[in-house]
T-cell receptor, first 113, second 115 residues
Framework: SQQGEEDPQALSIQEGENATMNCSYK?????LQWYRQNSGRGLVHLILIRSNEREKHSGRLRVTLDTSKKSSSLLITASRAADTASYFCATASHSQGAQKLVFGQGTRLTINP | KAGVTQTPRYLIKTRGQQVTLSCSPI?????VSWYQQTPGQGLQFLFEYFSETQRNKGNFPGRFSGRQFSNSRSEMNVSTLELGDSALYLCASSLVTSGGQETQYFGPGTRLLVL
């Protein structure tokens, strides 16, 4: 079963704009991870945020986590055509088994040149 | 370090056959997890192996099985294939620490088509 609900399901923006994707989950977590997938290929890990962290940055990526609302957001600033991909959030918790990731349905992001 | 590798990359089988997929984790990673990705169900956890033992299992029928070898390489097997088993099968490896906050690194996947 899918724990995460991602919003929006699809997002299309112009190159240079910022893209924000949201993820909500249901159970308590140890950490939340964001992944990118290009057109049916493997998943590329973007960032991991622990349950005791509120915000994390990596290059043009900014992730926030609100455990009281059981939600996270991924912001990509100054988007590029190469950012076109599907983005997934995934949660990990001891109750699920530490290595078991539960994925959301993903947001399909399209960057228009 | 080399990334996670999966073989074969593409596979076509017919209903009723069985298939074995292979995954080589990143050197030093002892945990290997398998996921199935389909358009309808999304990414779903199959199972996880650590030190040759299955530690966690998802909600899949017994036709799906796996194993891990002493060098941490893992295989998954699907017997009596059904059309609905057509999917991208992804393997991920991670470095297990006591903190339990490990990143999982995914391979390119094996795309299985069942006819």
């Amino acid at each position: 079963s899918q724990q995460g609900e991602e919003d929006p399901q699809a997002l299309s923006i112009q190159e240079g704009e910022n893209a924000t994707m949201n993820c909500s989950y249901k159970t308590s977590i140890n950490n939340l991870q964001w992944y990118r997938q290009n057109s049916g290929r493997g998943l590329v890990h973007l960032i991991l945020i622990r349950s005791n962290e509120r915000e994390k940055h990596s290059g043009r990526l900014r992730v926030t986590l609100d455990t009281s609302k059981k939600s996270s957001s991924l912001l990509i600033t100054a988007s590029r055509a190469a950012d076109t991909a599907s983005y997934f959030c995934a949660t990990a918790s001891h109750s699920q088994g530490a290595q078991k990731l539960v994925f959301g349905q993903g947001t399909r992001l399209t960057i228009n040149p | 370090k080399a990334g996670v590798t999966q073989t074969p990359r593409y596979l076509i089988k017919t209903r009723g056959q069985q298939v074995t997929l292979s995954c080589s984790p990143i050197s030093g990673h002892r945990s290997v997890s398998w996921y199935q990705q389909t358009p309808g169900q999304g990414l779903q956890f199959l199972f996880e192996y650590f030190s040759e033992t299955q530690r966690n299992k998802g909600n899949f029928p017994g036709r799906f099985s796996g194993r891990q070898f002493s060098n941490s390489r893992s295989e998954m097997n699907v017997s009596t294939l059904e059309l609905g088993d057509s999917a991208l099968y992804l393997c991920a490896s991670s470095l297990v620490t006591s903190g339990g906050q490990e990143t999982q690194y995914f391979g390119p996947g094996t795309r299985l088509l069942v006819l």
